[in-house]
């Protein structure tokens, strides 16, 4: 999936995206909400975590500004695991805000209520 050229081209290094997990690892095609949090759940996963990285023109792709990961625990739910990486990220963003470029613009692609 694409990304609007002239959005990136307009703000390039200057929008970030939150992933609800661990880049470069599973991000792309259907890698949003529960099914992300499904997959690594499936896979095994020790830890679990959000990424904050630019958006580019391709889907989670651009660089990764940082990581916040949190423990996968025994009995873990994807609801679980979501409720784990929002607190991650609700505790990293802001800092990340007072940082980084006080001109970066937070850019959120709409996704389905529950995403994170």
Known sequence: MENPQPLIDAYPRKIVNIHPALL???GGKGMYGAFVHQAV???REKQSGITIHYVDEHYDHGDIIFQATCAIEPGDTPERLAQKNTRAGTRTLPGYC???DPA???YFLRQP???Y
């Open 24 to 26: 470069p690892g599973y």
């Open 104 to 106: 970066a613009l937070i």
């Open 41 to 43: 759940i499936a896979n």
């Open 113 to 115: 209520a529950g995403y």
């Open 98 to 100: 007072r940082a980084g």
